[in-house]
């Protein structure tokens, strides 16, 4: 990564791999196109070996660049994401979303992090 995105956001996880989802808008029926890839993080607070799938949602200027070639490399790896949140209204209460940021270097492969030693 280079030096401007070194700050931010970042989730680090085990890469799990890539999902579509394809859907319809209910007001005007045009279908619609979503992209994710999965990134396993420990459970704070859980079990031993209990863990969280986290869905990162990919821009489709990402997908439009090329993006999505990337991801094979990125296979079982342990990875950081630069990403950020975006909140929204969901049925009279609240919730967020993870995306990738909009840079082709947005996911990185890094080291596996070593146990807590008990």
Not at 80 to 104: D, E, F, H, I, Q
Request: contains cysteine.
């Amino acid at each position: 990564m280079n030096e401007s995105t070194k700050n931010g956001l970042f989730l680090y996880g085990k890469y799990l791999g890539y999902m579509q989802r394809d859907g319809r808008n209910q007001q005007s029926g045009e279908p619609w196109v979503m992209h994710f890839i999965g990134i396993e993080t420990p459970k704070e607070n859980g079990f031993p070996g209990e863990t969280i799938v986290h869905q990162l949602q990919i821009s489709k200027d990402l997908v439009n660049s090329g993006f999505l070639q990337q991801l094979k490399n990125f296979d079982n790896q342990h990875v950081s994401c630069s990403v950020y949140v975006r909140a929204y209204p969901s049925r009279g209460s609240s919730a967020y979303s993870l995306n990738l940021t909009n840079s082709m270097d947005c996911v990185q492969v890094v080291a596996k992090p070593q146990a807590k030693a008990a």
